[in-house]
């Protein structure tokens, strides 16, 4: 932030206009702290050094970080804190609301596990909204390259599920590498 008196009036005025993030992916909210934290916790070499964690040498560079951050979050309480501490900075911004997509294929550590993930999450959304901090809803993501029978799975797990935190249901990943999916995932 800066000095200036008028950038803090127009940083001001822009954090109280209403705002809601409609296309954010947790993936991609760790703090770096956290990472590095949890990184040396679990014995893990970092991908490059804190103050370089978010350089990319372009998309797949990105998607291999995902899963290497992702990775980490590999307890209920580091996702339910991962959970609240978004919404901590959805409030510092002023944003009153996010739809945050999450793919559960990036989560290496709940594989199989992906309704207990979800319910982790959740804690952790619950605690920031009982603490006063905005509301999230969850969109669980299909990855681009998976097969039509793992994206139908998913799809009936989540209708069987009925989280109420759930309330769509989102396709991410490479579209140049994994091409059309929507014939693929028609059923789904």
């Known amino acids: 932030m800066t000095d200036d008196p008028e950038a803090k009036a127009a940083w001001s005025a822009l954090r109280a206009l209403p705002k809601a993030e409609v296309h954010v992916h947790l993936e991609g909210c760790f703090a770096p702290e956290t990472l590095e934290q949890w990184a040396l916790e679990a014995g893990v070499p970092m991908p490059r ?6 350089e990319f040498e ?8 995902l899963d290497w951050a992702c990775g980490l979050a590999n307890s209920e309480e580091r996702l339910a804190r991962l959970a609240f501490d978004f919404c901590r900075r959805l409030e510092a911004d002023g944003t009153g609301y996010a739809d945050v997509i ?4 990036h989560w290496s550590a709940w594989r199989g596990r992906t309704k207990t993930m979800l319910e982790a999450l959740d804690d952790g959304f619950r605690r920031a909204e009982e603490a006063g901090l905005p509301p999230v809803g969850l969109c669980v993501s299909l990855l681009r390259t998976q097969s039509a029978d793992e994206a139908l799975a998913l799809v009936e797990d989540l209708a069987a599920w009925r989280l109420p935190r759930v309330v769509a249901l989102s396709v991410d990943g490479n579209e140049a590498a994994a091409g059309r999916t929507g014939p693929r995932f028609a059923a789904a």
């Open 49 to 54: 050094p804190r103050s370089r964690l978010f």
């Open 58 to 65: 372009g998309l797949a560079d990105f998607l291999h970080f």
């Open 102 to 105: 999450v793919n559960p294929t």
